[in-house]
């Protein structure tokens, strides 16, 4: 079984920056992609980041430029960088890990006031 754990999560005024981390642990056989989902009330889940073990990226349109993924690929964990923040940023952010199957973190929410 494997466990994904985020932290950072919490608030922050717009324009600020916060950085969420993922760790990953238990029988991780091998791991291709990690990446950041969100939800925001009333609204689906929508992809915001990924990055493959090689460091390969991609962002959503929306966050593309303000937010960076990386990975410590010895500490099985994914990070998730976000920069000038706003509000339509408030949301439910998910970890995700692709490997022979797909893992979902429990989520962690953060808030951008305005």
């Known amino acids: 079984q494997v466990q994904l754990v985020e932290s950072g999560g919490g608030s922050v005024q717009a324009g600020g920056s916060l950085r969420l981390s993922c760790a990953a642990s238990g029988s991780i056989f091998s791991i291709n992609a990690m990446g950041w989902y969100r939800q925001a009330p009333g609204k689906q889940r929508e992809w915001v980041a990924a990055?493959?073990?090689?460091?390969?990226?991609g962002y959503a349109d929306s966050v593309k430029g303000r937010f960076t993924i990386s990975r410590d690929n010895a500490k099985n964990t994914v990070y998730l960088q976000m920069n000038s923040l706003k509000p339509e940023d408030t949301a439910v952010y998910y970890c995700?890990?692709?490997?022979?199957?797909?893992?979902w973190g429990q989520g962690t929410q953060f808030t951008v006031s305005s």
């Open positions: 995700k890990l692709d490997s022979l199957r797909s893992y």
């Open positions: 990055i493959s073990t090689g460091g390969i990226t």
